[in-house]
Nanobody, 114 residues
Framework: QVQLVESGGGLVQTGGSLRLSCAVS????????MGWYRQAPGKQREMVAT???????NYADSVKGRFTVSRDNAKNTVYLQMSSLKPEDTAVYLC????????WGQGTQVTVSS
């Protein structure tokens, strides 16, 4: 059984920073992709950032230059450093890991106040 445990969400003011972490445990052999998605109330889930096992990253246009995704392969952990946060970044952020199957975390709330 694979488990994803996210941490680091919270309430922050506009312009502030947060760092999200997602630790993967359980019977997982070789992670290919790790990443972060988000879902705001009334909106569809959207990709925020992904990173391959080789370190190739991909970002949504809305977060380029403000967010940085990274991973520690030895710890099976993916991070999302978020800076210059805006109210429109408010959402539940979900960790995603792709091996042979796709796994999701339970989500962590990020709220940016104006």
């Amino acid at each position: 059984q694979v488990q994803l445990v996210e941490s680091g969400g919270g309430l922050v003011q506009t312009g502030g920073s947060l760092r999200l972490s997602c630790a993967v445990s359980g019977s997982i052999f070789r992670i290919r992709y790790m990443g972060w998605y988000r879902q705001a109330p009334g909106k569809q889930r959207e990709m925020v950032a992904t990173i391959t096992s080789g370190g190739i990253t991909n970002y949504a246009d809305s977060v380029k230059g403000r967010f940085t995704v990274s991973r520690d392969n030895a710890k099976n952990t993916v991070y999302l450093q978020m800076s210059s946060l805006k109210p429109e970044d408010t959402a539940v952020y979900l960790c995603n890991v792709v091996e042979l199957a796709s796994y999701w975390g339970q989500g962590t709330q990020v709220t940016v106040s104006s």
